[in-house]
Structure formats: structure tokens, C-alpha cells
């Protein structure tokens, strides 16, 4: 992938500018305007003033807070899908004025940047922190998570400046932002997963944890746990026999389904597949099977049954998702690709119906030499998730 664009955000934030954010993640993409903490300048804030909402928020890793002594302030409880950002209290500085001018809050900001033991906050004041989850955009796929991650990036301490454009122009979405009558130089446009995609290519995040003999219906694995750092989770991949052989193995790459895999819902075809992809490389006599704890496309095992709710509903699972203010697909291939790595993997077949898979992987750097189709037959109660993937995810059925 190409890390232009990233890199000039990275260029500007380190040089005390700002960088639009747009969350890919979601069906309706925000856009953030944010900086650096470290470096904020007056004329610097009164710039993400006029060109965003005017509300500013100082987003910080949930340690760097918690060693300042900001408490998060209540959670919405009107909130289930808890997606909404995680406030602490508000903070000025002792012995300063109680005003919210532009001065006291650069101060503010700089002083939660800097010596974390060395500034004496009082609350309330003139700057809302918000807590970031620690890991980042590779834990959270928000927009605080990504004004940290951009501040780090740079160079800087944990602490970033953020704002809400409420409507910006379509074309920010999609390349550098001028702003009408600014006079100032065109803001890059960075998107979320471009962040996700750069940290998981530059950063160790899994670690082989155990390998046991794992005998199945299908033969002799063996069964290697991976730790994923960024998440907590424990991905596990099935290998058969020699890996590091001259001809690249076959791989099936396979993504937790709770209700297909161990219940044998009917629903979606996971189940199949899974079973499918083991028969074929236990008929081949080598290769991988790598299950991904990423329930759902990444939602959530919770957040896939209130789609399945929607399903019931009359929508498909594209708008259930998109009802639910998710992506169509939020799985991420780089901890897969780096526990393909960690196995001795750079050349591989791909036994897989979605091209989307094989790019992503291919994106990552591996050698997706062939894609190799899994068939399943269609029954009474997924033949309509089996054609929505075909005709709208573009799975090759």
C-alpha cells in the first residue's frame, strides 16, 4: 500500500499542523480535524475553531490520564453499542485564570503533553480530555484513537487536539481539504485504516504463545496459539505437515463464527466452509487453517445477533450492518498476515471466495500465488446471504 498520504500526515502534524481523520469504519464516515498536543499553538486551535464545530477535546491514552488523576466522567447508558467517545472530566490549571481563552486551553493541553508530574490540574477547567483505548486505532477504530496515534507517530507524547467538521465537502473524504477562504495550505486527508494498515505492517503485535498435537476428524494438526497484543485475543492456527517446503502451502484463513462453527447454524455457510477447507488440506497433505477470533466481520458476536434481528426484518446483511452504523466488512488482515510470517509463510494459495481477502493479504506483503475457491451448497435458510455476499461484497459464489 501506498504510505504517501500518511506520511504527509505525519509530516504536517510533527510540523504543529492539522490533519483531517475519516473514519472509514463506519457506513457514514466522520471527519476529525486534529493536531498534535505537544506542539498546539494558539493560531493553531483558533484554525481547528473555525473549521470545525468549535467544540475542541484533547484525546490521551487512558494511561497517561490515569497517572495525571483524570477520571472518566460517566458513561452514556444510552449507548449499547458503547461507540461513543470515553470523556474525563474537564481540567484547567491551578493558580490560571478560570476563563476557556485560547491561551488557557494551549496551556492546558501542553501541560497534559508534557511532565505528567509536574503540572497541577484542577477540575473543572477549560479542556475535555477524552480516554483512549491503549493499542490505538489497531484496538479502536476511532477517531481518538487515531489523533493519538498520529501525535506518536510524529514523534510526540500521547496527547492530541481534535474537532467535528459537521458537514465537510464530499472531496475531503478523498483528498487533501482546502478550505474555502482559509489562506492556509490544503489539510491531508488520512483515513483510519491507512493508520491500522502502517502499525500492522510496522509493528510486532502477536506472539506465538503454545503448539500442541491437535488429532481431528480430518487428520493430525497440530494447533498453534497466537497472542494478539493489540486486542487480547488468541487466534490459533491448524498446520499439517511441512510448511517450509518448495511449493508455497495451501492456507485457509477463517474467521470465527460462534453459530456456524459450533451451534451449525444455517444462516451463513462459515460452518461448511471451515469444514471444507480442512478436508481439502488434509487431502493435500499439507497447509494451514488459521482461525481469527474477529466474530461477525469484526462486530462482535452481540452486534452480529442484533444484525440478525434486522435480517428477520426483511434487511440483508450489507444494511443490517450499515443500520447499525457499521461497515459492510471490518476485518483487518494484518495480525493474520504477521502470524502467516511468524510461521514461515510469504508464499501462499488462498483458499478463499473473496478477493477483498486476497488483496488484503497481498496488501500486507504475501505472495498470493492462487486463489482457490471454497464450495458450498446453498441451502433453504442462507441462499440469500450467499447471494447478498456474491452480488453486493463481491464474493466469488
Given at each position: 500500500m501506498n504510505h504517501d498520504a500518511l506520511a504527509t500526515a505525519i509530516a504536517r502534524i510533527r510540523g504543529?499542523?492539522?490533519?483531517?481523520?475519516?473514519?472509514?469504519?463506519?457506513?457514514?464516515?466522520?471527519?476529525?480535524?486534529?493536531?498534535?498536543?505537544?506542539?498546539?499553538?494558539?493560531?493553531?486551535?483558533?484554525?481547528?475553531?473555525?473549521?470545525?464545530?468549535?467544540?475542541?477535546?484533547?484525546?490521551?491514552?487512558?494511561?497517561?490520564?490515569?497517572?495525571?488523576?483524570?477520571?472518566?466522567?460517566?458513561?452514556?447508558?444510552?449507548d449499547p453499542l458503547a461507540r461513543r467517545?470515553?470523556?474525563?472530566?474537564?481540567?484547567?490549571?491551578?493558580?490560571?485564570?478560570?476563563?476557556?481563552?485560547?491561551?488557557?486551553?494551549?496551556?492546558?493541553?501542553?501541560?497534559l503533553a508534557s511532565d505528567?508530574?509536574?503540572?497541577?490540574?484542577?477540575?473543572?477547567?477549560?479542556?475535555?480530555?477524552?480516554?483512549?483505548?491503549?493499542g490505538g486505532v489497531l484496538r479502536r477504530l476511532g477517531h481518538t484513537e487515531a489523533a493519538v496515534d498520529l501525535a506518536v507517530l510524529a514523534g510526540f507524547e500521547p496527547?492530541?487536539?481534535?474537532?467535528?467538521?459537521?458537514?465537510?465537502?464530499?472531496?475531503?473524504?478523498?483528498?487533501?481539504?482546502?478550505?474555502?477562504?482559509?489562506?492556509?495550505?490544503?489539510?491531508?486527508?488520512?483515513?483510519?485504516?491507512?493508520?491500522?494498515?502502517?502499525?500492522?505492517?510496522?509493528?510486532?503485535?502477536?506472539?506465538?504463545?503454545?503448539?500442541?498435537d491437535l488429532p481431528t476428524a480430518h487428520g493430525a494438526f497440530q494447533a498453534v496459539a497466537f497472542h494478539d497484543t493489540t486486542t487480547g485475543e488468541?487466534?490459533?492456527?491448524?498446520?499439517?505437515?511441512?510448511?517450509?517446503?518448495?511449493?508455497?502451502?495451501?492456507?485457509?484463513?477463517?474467521?470465527?463464527?460462534?453459530?456456524?462453527?459450533?451451534?451449525g447454524s444455517m444462516r451463513c455457510d462459515c460452518g461448511d466452509q471451515l469444514d471444507a477447507a480442512l478436508s481439502r488440506i488434509a487431502d493435500e497433505g499439507r497447509g494451514v487453517v488459521l482461525y481469527m477470533r474477529q466474530e461477525g466481520r469484526g462486530i462482535g458476536l452481540a452486534n452480529k445477533l442484533r444484525a440478525y434481528e434486522l435480517q428477520?426484518?426483511?434487511?440483508?446483511?450489507v444494511d443490517a450492518n450499515r443500520h447499525l452504523g457499521f461497515a459492510a466488512d471490518l476485518r483487518d488482515y494484518g495480525v493474520g498476515a504477521q502470524i502467516l510470517r511468524e510461521l514461515g509463510i510469504t508464499d501462499l494459495r488462498l483458499l478463499t471466495n473473496n478477493p477483498k481477502k486476497t488483496a488484503g493479504f497481498r496488501a500486507y506483503g504475501l505472495k498470493?500465488?492462487?486463489q482457490l475457491a471454497l464450495a458450498v451448497e446453498a441451502g433453504a435458510h442462507n441462499r440469500r446471504y450467499l447471494e447478498t455476499k456474491r452480488a453486493r461484497m463481491g464474493h466469488e459464489l
Open positions: 504543529g499542523g492539522i490533519v483531517a481523520v475519516v473514519d472509514d469504519g463506519l457506513a457514514q464516515p466522520d471527519l476529525d480535524l486534529v493536531a498534535a498536543g505537544e506542539n498546539l499553538r494558539a493560531d493553531t486551535l483558533r484554525h481547528l475553531q473555525a473549521l470545525g464545530n468549535g467544540e475542541i477535546y484533547a484525546p490521551a491514552t487512558t494511561l497517561r490520564l490515569d497517572e495525571l488523576g483524570l477520571s472518566a466522567q460517566p458513561p452514556d447508558s444510552g467517545p470515553a470523556l474525563a472530566i474537564s481540567v484547567g490549571l491551578a493558580g490560571t485564570s478560570a476563563e476557556s481563552d485560547n491561551a488557557s486551553k494551549v496551556a492546558v493541553v501542553r501541560a505528567r508530574n509536574g503540572a497541577d490540574f484542577r477540575s473543572p477547567g477549560p479542556v475535555t480530555p477524552i480516554r483512549a483505548r491503549e496527547v492530541a487536539v481534535l474537532t467535528h467538521v459537521d458537514t465537510p465537502p464530499p472531496a475531503a473524504f478523498t483528498e487533501p481539504w482546502l478550505p474555502a477562504d482559509s489562506g492556509a495550505p490544503a489539510i491531508p486527508v488520512v483515513r483510519i485504516s491507512q493508520i491500522v494498515h502502517y502499525r500492522r505492517a510496522s509493528e510486532r503485535v502477536v506472539y506465538q504463545v503454545a503448539a500442541a488468541d487466534h490459533v492456527a491448524l498446520t499439517l505437515g511441512d510448511l517450509a517446503g518448495d511449493s508455497p502451502p495451501l492456507v485457509r484463513v477463517h474467521s470465527e463464527c460462534l453459530t456456524g462453527d459450533v451451534f428477520d426484518r426483511g434487511l440483508d446483511t498470493v500465488l492462487e
